[in-house]
DNA sequence: AAATTAGACTAACAAACGTTAGTTTTGTGA
DNA sequence: TCACAAAACTAACGTTTGTTAGTCTAATTT
């Protein structure tokens, strides 16, 4: 466990108001307010506005992709490796919930080669995660319905949990993937 | 059918480019240069480029406001009161479906009294599903879970159910309708 | 034909933006 | 105690921002 960095207390301080008016709206003189400093000193740790986002958001994509592949090699069954997933999403939220809005809300920001990049990230965890979902539809895991809707309506709900895991007070991490698994799965009625 | 007005498309351009990048990073010249105009020519429409976000943002809101009142009215079981708010929302989707990203994502930057009057109507929006669900549990319709993760799950389904709407390639409204429902409410499993 | 109006234009404004340059302060190791 | 590096500062830069004022044009109304 090492120290936090300057750099990466900047960071943090982005994060969370990013969070709260997105990256457009927060100048470098919020994010210098914040840390109690002046805008200017803020280039001693970093190079700019732009190294801020993608540090951020280029971690959590590979977070995710790591995190996806390590499923994917897994020689579970198709419906745990969703139920592998949505831990996960839970996981990541629950340790980097500030970082999560730049990731959802942001990313189309990114410059150049970071938002090529991270589109390609994102792309290939939508395609892998269908793939599941497919496999679990052939096996008989999952009730045949479209594949596309089970992974839109799966997806949506874990990429908005930030928003809620704060609000409702921080939920008791294992109740949470038990509920959310119970829920997305086996549905409400 | 009454005539778009040129005000009616000052707001269907910004719709369109808030959606891609958020309303701060859209600038009036942005718009302006949309609709093949100067900036300036703008102001013989609309008051400035807050007016445009909250007639937008607002306009959803009642939208939402009135067809959750008229949900809450009927005779109708929780059940088919949640299978009605699922349409609902599929329906503003299909009819407004640019418009809702500066609902979900931009509502921050609205001012003084639009600002608190939409915190409200959201509030009051969550409120009265919450009620809904509840009401669902205990009459033995839904399983016993957690009232807010059955919330916060559909919810969030539906409220980004825009960012797909168009990927997808405009779905039939009606098959939409019937997997939206059959996912949400049975599960996949 | 004259008058009115809707809707575009140019030019400019003050404020806020990200960033740079150069300087001063602060804390650490020799 | 001195030297050095880390990290703050002030001042300023060129751009972009939302917006206003005033003007011109083309269509519509009287």
Chains 1, 2 share one sequence.
Not at 161 to 180: F, S
Request: hydrophobic share 45%; glycine share 4%; no cysteine.
């Amino acid at each position: 466990m090492k120290t936090a960095t300057r750099k990466d207390e900047i960071i943090a301080a982005a994060s969370s108001l990013f969070k709260e008016k997105g990256y457009s709206a927060v100048s470098m003189r919020d994010i210098a307010q914040e840390m109690g400093i002046k805008a200017a000193s803020l280039y001693n740790h970093i190079s700019g506005k732009q190294e801020i986002l993608s540090t951020l958001v280029l971690f959590l994509a590979k977070e995710f992709t790591r995190g996806m592949h390590s499923v994917m090699i897994s020689e579970r069954s198709p419906l745990d490796k969703i139920r592998d997933i949505i831990e996960l999403h839970i996981d990541i939220t629950v340790n980097h919930s500030e970082a999560l809005a730049a990731l959802n809300n942001d990313w189309m920001h990114l410059e150049d080669q970071d938002l090529s990049d991270f589109v390609k990230m994102r792309e290939d965890y939508e395609e892998n995660f269908r793939t599941i979902v497919k496999e679990g539809i052939k096996a008989g895991d999952l009730k045949p319905r479209h594949p596309e809707v089970i992974l839109f309506s799966i997806l949506s709900t874990l990429r908005t949990l930030y928003l809620w895991y704060q609000k409702r007070g921080k939920l008791d991490v294992n109740i949470l993937k038990k509920d959310m698994v119970a829920v997305l799965l086996k549905g409400i009625v």
